[in-house]
């Protein structure tokens, strides 16, 4: 996809999309991460519009965050308690807040829109430069073959079928640049819409290769926030990273 630029992912559009928006598991998103937080600061890399880090912060968790979109964060401004996150806004491979937290983390796939493996490893880095002496990054993506089965390059799959509606999610993917080329599509009798997006997927063991790249381990793998076991059959991860001994 030529000339694409991710803050067009995350413009005002999708910003009133997420503010609404709920996947299901932020709830035990906020219990996992409450947990490893110990009541200290948290600190979010691409917060979007706050759909897990509210739900942190109604626990009593100061949580901060880093984002690249101004839609976004406006979005996350007009929710109540947003106001009371600090945000930095930025590249999550790059800028700092200037403080160090227990706990930083970094979920919904995100980390695959970063469309470089040294940016990917940046992005390691640049937890680790957040992290004080027993903090932990936490990271929760999808695992690729889930997304695009081995020996598929690419798949067009309905997501909604109506009378004066159809959304189509087309992607095509390339296992050497490892990027995964998606548009959705909306058809509607009053004309077409496309939201792009472009996400580099990587394995586990790429992540943990990354971490140790910038320092850290791998502590504990999960199929879900809500602590099944990660195995032959898990579609996701949450992944744990602290300091390497
Ligand atoms: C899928 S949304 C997830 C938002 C939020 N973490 C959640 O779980 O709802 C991805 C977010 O990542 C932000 N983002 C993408 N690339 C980024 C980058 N390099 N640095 C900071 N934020 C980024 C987008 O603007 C968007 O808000």
């Given at each position: ?17 997420y ?49 690249l ?9 007009a ?8 945000v ?72 909604a ?9 087309v ?16 058809l ?53 990273y602290?300091?390497?001994?």
């Amino acid at each position: 996809m030529s000339a694409f630029d991710p803050v067009s992912s995350f413009g005002p559009e999708t910003a009133a999309h997420y503010v609404g928006f709920v996947r299901g598991d932020e709830e035990a998103a906020a219990a996992f991460l409450a947990q490893l937080a110990r009541g200290g600061p948290a600190l979010e890399f691409a917060i979007g519009t706050g759909r897990i880090a509210l739900v942190l912060a109604a626990q009593g968790i100061q949580v901060d965050g880093i984002e690249l979109s101004a839609a976004m964060i406006e979005g996350l401004r007009a929710r109540p308690g947003g106001d009371r996150i600090g945000v930095t806004v930025g590249d999550m491979s790059r800028v700092t807040t200037g403080e160090r937290y227990g706990l930083v983390y970094l979920v919904f796939n995100t980390l695959f829109n970063l469309l470089t493996a040294e940016d990917q490893i940046r992005c390691f880095e640049n937890a680790a430069r957040h992290l004080n002496a027993d903090g932990h990054f936490v990271v929760e993506t999808a695992l690729p073959h889930a997304w695009i089965a081995p020996g598929r390059a690419d798949y067009v799959h309905a997501e909604a079928v109506d009378l004066d509606t159809v959304v189509l999610d087309v992607a095509r993917y390339d296992p050497v640049t490892q990027l995964l080329e998606e548009n959705h599509l909306r058809l509607t009798t009053k004309g077409i819409t496309m939201t792009p997006i472009v996400c580099r997927l990587i394995t586990p063991g790429e992540m943990d290769l990354m971490a140790r790249i910038a320092g850290l381990r791998l502590v504990e793998r999960f199929a879900n926030w809500q602590r099944a076991p990660f195995d032959l059959h898990s579609q996701a991860h949450v992944s744990v990273y602290g300091w390497a001994l």
